[in-house]
């Protein structure tokens, strides 16, 4: 008969907790069995596949070409992680079709590429699809981005020791709450995240707070010369050069100080969008992470942070399906127009 005191309690199950019950988590020793770690599929050459010795919890499944990834990922449930190395190469229908399937199988997308062909690679990524791109990554970007693929598809926690990488993640929410709140404040009782159009008043509805400037639409446009320019449409471009000469200084501390020192790259695309609105033009994604003045890789999990939190919004080029542009929520406007206006007065 077998004795049931030799059993060993510790066994973990796949959920990646222990059987035992009794005892808090901590009492649970050893890594990770190799049963409960994400499988992780590359796509790419062989000789440029990441070492994951770093990472207890993701292991290497298969490495693959691009054209056969598809067919791959279509017959492997298991499946956790996509990393394609080198997406700039990969055609864009072959790239829909490695979306397509991984959204099928539930797989989170993690992407290199190079700037350039940045804006085809996110206009062919479904918006509902959990993917991450990095942009001339270094090892340190490329642990972050693979982690987060880890967690957001289990939602496991695990006793680890904390690293750069992970102190990384802990600035980079902080500074996300750092912003949101600045903007809740600027929203006055409106409440809520300015970011979110649901129950905010754009300028044009609310008009309690603009009495005198209420004007009769044909006192503006009727029988006026062809060379006259609505006064709002006036105000908004000196808004925007406000703007654009507040961003240039931000850029010149840059000759005279470390860039790191004031990095803030939600702001500066805050800034570069609210501009880009009131001068009526469109930003591609590759523009704001240029405006954004930090790594691109950095600068595209901000937008996804941003977008997330209902500050940005995705919008399709009508005259090209191969880009999107990103811009303002009407929320994210208001609170910044009310934010100018504090600083005109």
């Not at 904390?162 to 996300?176: F, S, T």
């Not at 010149?252 to 790259?265: G, K, N, S």
């Not at 919008?315 to 191969?322: I, K, N, Q, S």
Request: hydrophobic share 45%; charged share 25%.
């Amino acid at each position: 008969m077998m004795d049931l005191q030799s059993l060993d309690t510790s066994v973990f199950q796949p959920n990646g907790f222990g059987a035992a019950q009794d005892g808090p988590p901590e009492t649970l020793r050893g890594p990770l069995p190799q049963a409960v770690a994400s499988p992780l599929l590359f796509v790419g050459s062989p000789g440029d596949c990441p070492d994951l010795a770093s990472l207890a919890d993701v292991r290497l499944a298969k490495t693959i070409s691009a054209a056969s990834a598809a067919d791959y990922i279509r017959k492997t449930a298991t499946l956790d992680i996509v990393l394609l190395a080198a997406a700039d190469a990969v055609e864009s229908e072959t790239l829909a079709d490695i979306c397509a399937a991984a959204e099928m199988q539930g797989c989170n997308l993690v992407f290199e590429t190079e700037l350039p062909a940045l804006d085809r690679i996110v206009a062919v990524v479904p918006i509902a699809l959990n993917a991450q791109f990095l942009v001339d990554a270094d090892p340190t970007d490329r642990l972050i981005a693979l982690a987060a693929a880890r967690r957001s598809r289990h939602g496991v926690l695990h006793d680890i020791a904390r690293d750069d990488a992970m102190e990384r993640i802990d600035r980079l929410q902080e500074e996300v709450a750092r912003i949101s709140r600045l903007l809740g404040d600027l929203a006055g009782q409106r409440g809520g995240l300015p970011g979110t159009p649901t129950g905010f008043a754009t300028r044009a509805e609310d008009l309690t707070d603009y009495a005198g400037q209420v004007r009769a639409p044909t006192r503006d446009f009727a029988a006026m010369p062809r060379s006259f320019i609505p006064e709002e449409r006036t105000l908004d471009r000196q808004r925007a050069k406000a703007v654009r000469r507040m961003l240039r200084q931000r850029r010149m501390r840059e000759q005279y100080f470390p860039a790191d020192l004031f990095a803030d790259p939600a702001w500066d695309m805050l800034l570069d969008l609210y501009a880009a609105r009131l001068e009526r033009q469109p930003v591609s994604v590759s523009s704001l992470c240029i405006a954004a003045a930090v790594p691109a890789t950095t600068a595209l999990r901000w937008i996804k942070t941003m977008t997330d939190a209902g500050l940005f919004l995705r919008e399709d080029d009508p005259h090209d399906g191969r880009r999107i542009f990103i811009a303002l929520a009407e929320g994210a406007s208001d609170a910044l127009a009310r934010y100018f206006e504090a600083l005109e007065e």
